[in-house]
């Protein structure tokens, strides 16, 4: 007996789980106590099979996905096609036909994740998706694991391999943001279209899931704001370096008194923090907890192989569980009621870089605006920017979200100053 796979999709992912079930066999077969076997794979027509089938690839091709969702003697649908539709509507025909799932779609699980879980429980289904947060780091399983009895305060993430590559060129090789999107286009990174890599999107999809498994809160997409690297000039990263920084893409999750709160922003990491050193494609999670204290999770973020062996671990506990006659247990226990932060609650340091005409009075008036709302600063950088602009930048002690939209609020109703660009700044 083995246990039959419904491939859907056959892109970067898919085809990167027959070389691990091949070069890995033996283990795999112990691990999952029978045979795995790809019984089925959907593409999207008969030229693609076409295609496929003559470049060597021996699977039996469907091009309807009721050839799967009929077949009864295939437990595991894994679907790997990525985007919405039809991902939600075929992962949600192969439950309601009573087959396990696994999955990669962290686009499809931060938005629809809730109802689709629903559904696995419901119908006494397993629904894993390790490979949706980070590819190849095991970070999911080990926050629903290893981390049940520690309590996570705030997870941060270096979650974007494509604007990470694109961060370190700016950073390392003092390349505009222009370029190094060019770079990572060329380089098969980017997309021709990398709204959700370059804008924090893909990484708030991230912060959604890891949310779930490190608070037990279920926040929506919506609630997750997302700032992301395309305003960061090359004055930014000089200056971040200037005053012992790195900025990176970083998604933060973290319970305050109120709640939970998370968003993707550039951020001013010390260069001394972990994560300042997760340079090119790498992801990490930084995970600070009252156990363990600080951890991190370090990895390829992507990549064929990375992202199939997350997969192929799913499998695995699928069948496995198959096996023990477990297998309803949903991937992640940890549930409570979600609750969101109030902003007042919500705290960081920030860094404003401001131009002004180079007049006596401005600094002044500036830190008159900034005292009004109570907040202090840590440094402050006056740069000459021309003959009569000046370039100031400021980094503040801690401020809170209803502070920062105030202060931001006061600077640009005044003519007086053009407020360049707001970043996060991580304290040592
Ligand atoms: N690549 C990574 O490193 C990575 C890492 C983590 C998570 N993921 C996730 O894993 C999933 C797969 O990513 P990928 O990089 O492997 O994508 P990919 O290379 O684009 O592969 C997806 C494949 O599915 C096919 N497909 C799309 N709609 C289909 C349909 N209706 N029926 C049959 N086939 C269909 C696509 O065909 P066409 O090309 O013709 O559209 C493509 O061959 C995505 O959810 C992604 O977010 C990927």
New binding site residues.
Partial sequence: MSIKIGL???????SGIPFLLHENSSKILDASRDQLEIAKV???DEE?KERLLAAGNNFNFVTNIDDILQDESIAIVVE???RIE?ARTFITKALEAGKHVVS????LIATHGKDLIALAQDKGLAFYYE??VA?GIPILRTLANSLTSDKVTRILGVLNGTSNFMMTKMVDEGWTYEAALAEAQALGYAESDPTNDVEGIDAAYKAVILSQFGFGMAIDFEQVSHQGISSITPDDVAVAQQLGYVIKLVGSVEETASGIFAEVSPTFLPKSHPLASVNDVMNAVFVESIGIGESMYYGPG??QKP?ATSVVADIIRIARRIKDGNVGKPFNEFSRETKIADPADVTSNYYFAINTSDEKGKMLRLAEIFNSEDISFEQVLQQKANGTTARVVIITHELSKTQLANVTEKLTAVSDFELLNTFKVLGE
């Fill in positions: 859907l999709g056959f892109g970067t992912v898919a959907l593409v999207k693609e790997l096609m990525g039809p990669a779609n962290k686009d490979a949706a590819g992507a990549g992202t």
